[in-house]
């Protein structure tokens, strides 16, 4: 098995599907919407209306782009108030309209730039855990490369959270962990082997309820695998009746030594 931080370099490599890679090979007839309606559209965070199959589903995915140019314009996939409060709105909205909501989580972290803090980054993150705590249809985020944070966990609080194999999941980065620590980025692999932030850890915690083999990672076939794991899944939470409760317990649970269910 690989070293924790050999895993952060697989989840942080440019070859990886992107959130629009999963959007255009998982769903059909995906139309994007733009816009929090406070201030305007950030490009980090991608939403809309799809079909999974025949059945209309809310998707949202973190969005970090493949070319430097395109990286540049998503800025690296972390996003600003706006991008939260834009999926809030499509969350809300989904639950209007009773659709299911598939997130993809693909972040170092919620931008933290001057800009972010005076147009309400935590409290954005804040209001998104808030609502999803309480969402009346079923939620299911996968976490495809790095969870980064709060600014993960504002569109992973679901009724499930899987991870990619090489997907990592943490309250911070190892570099940051290690500059906080030791004064010294330059020991971030020995921070990630202390931070349990791989797709095992996670599972073993209880945070995490499913591994996905990247066996084929970008290929037909495990997009079809995938897509059939979700419509399995949705099936089996829009039939049951304390979604909701479940949902709330579940992430109570975590940290306390109870096992989540």
């Keep these: 098995m690989s070293m924790p931080y050999d895993r952060v370099k697989l989840a942080r490599d440019n070859k990886r599907p992107t959130g629009l890679d999963y959007i255009r090979n998982l769903f059909t007839d995906f139309v994007e919407m733009h816009g929090d309606r406070y201030y305007g559209d950030d490009p980090a965070i991608v939403g809309g209306i799809a079909r999974l199959g025949e059945n209309p589903v809310t ?17 690296f996939g972390a996003p600003h108030p706006e991008g ?28 933290c730039g001057v800009g972010a803090e005076e147009r309400g980054q935590g409290c954005a993150i804040a209001q998104n855990l808030l609502e999803l705590s309480t969402l009346c249809v079923p939620v299911i985020s996968i976490i495809i490369g790095e969870g980064g944070s709060g600014g993960a966990l504002a569109l992973a609080l679901a009724d499930r959270v899987w991870m ?10 190892p570099e940051g962990c290690a500059s906080i620590l030791w004064k010294d980025s330059a020991k971030a692999a020995e921070a990630a082997s202390s931070l349990k932030l791989t797709a095992e850890d996670a599972k073993s915690l209880g945070i995490a309820d499913k591994i996905l083999s990247e066996k084929e990672l970008g290929k037909q076939e495990f997009y079809c695998r995938i897509r059939m794991l979700l419509a399995r899944q949705l099936q089996e939470l829009e039939e049951d009746a304390e979604l909701v409760s479940k949902r709330y317990d579940r992430f109570r649970k975590l940290g306390t030594g109870e096992e989540s269910q």
């Design 84 to 111: 939260y409060r834009k999926a809030l709105r499509l969350m809300k909205q989904a639950e209007k309209f009773g659709r299911p909501v598939i997130c993809f989580v693909d972040t170092s972290g919620a931008y």
């Design 164 to 173: 990619l194999q090489n997907a990592v999941y943490s309250v911070i980065s």
């Design 59 to 75: 998707v949202l995915a973190m969005e970090k782009g493949h070319t430097a140019k395109e990286r540049t314009r998503r800025n």
